[in-house]
């Protein structure tokens, strides 16, 4: 995770040395071009300031769900970060752009919030109430429209986006055993 937060440090050093020539790459709405944005805009960020807002929840919750194993995570992270963009590029209004990892840390929130309980793991529950408790208020704050400046529709998508990636990777409940003795 100190290599993904690094990384989105470096690519903003670039966009800053380059006068922001990045930052038309991330996701411009309903505009065929901006699809591209899709897979650009978590890695791209409006400013210094805006990277930092993003780098310490991403790596928390980066770090606690690569626990399960890095392709597991990247798994999750990719599944996340094509569910946030497509839905900020059908909801966002026209004429905006929107970059930043942001999507990816609600959605991160939003999976392991919800991963225990699917998977009826009582650590995974622990983790999930603990997160829930610490940032659950100002995250759910975060994806409401209240600040015309911030991309409440990629906050929404991405808590959307996490909590679907972790029912999509519920893991069936193994079948009783025929030879158990299970009390009505």
């Known amino acids: 995770m100190l290599g993904w937060v690094a990384l989105l ?3 903003e050093a670039v966009d ?3 006068g922001h020539a ?3 790459y ?3 709405a309903r505009s065929v071009g901006g699809l591209s944005g899709i ?10 300031a805006h990277v930092a807002a993003n780098s310490v ?3 928390i919750f980066g770090f606690v769900a690569a626990l399960s194993g890095i392709r597991h995570f990247l798994a999750v992270s990719a599944i996340v970060i094509l569910g946030d963009g497509i839905g900020v590029w059908l909801i966002s209004p026209s004429n ?5 990892a942001s999507g990816l840390v609600f959605g991160l929130f939003g999976y392991l919030v919800v991963r225990g309980f699917v998977e009826r793991k009582p650590l995974g529950i622990a983790v999930g109430v603990v997160i829930a408790a610490i940032w659950g208020g100002s995250f759910l704050l975060g994806a409401l429209p209240t600040d015309t400046a911030v991309s409440w529709q990629g ?3 991405g808590l959307a986006a996490g909590v679907l990636t972790a029912l999509f990777f519920r893991r069936p409940a193994r079948p009783a055993s025929p030879n158990r003795l299970v009390r009505a």
């Open 22 to 24: 990045l930052d038309p």
């Open 96 to 100: 905006t752009n929107t970059a930043g």
């Open 155 to 157: 906050h929404l998508c």
């Open 26 to 28: 991330g996701i411009s």
């Open 9 to 11: 440090w470096v690519i």
């Open 57 to 59: 929840a991403l790596l």
């Open 16 to 18: 800053y040395a380059t």
């Open 39 to 48: 897979l650009t805009a978590p890695f791209l960020h409006f400013g210094f």
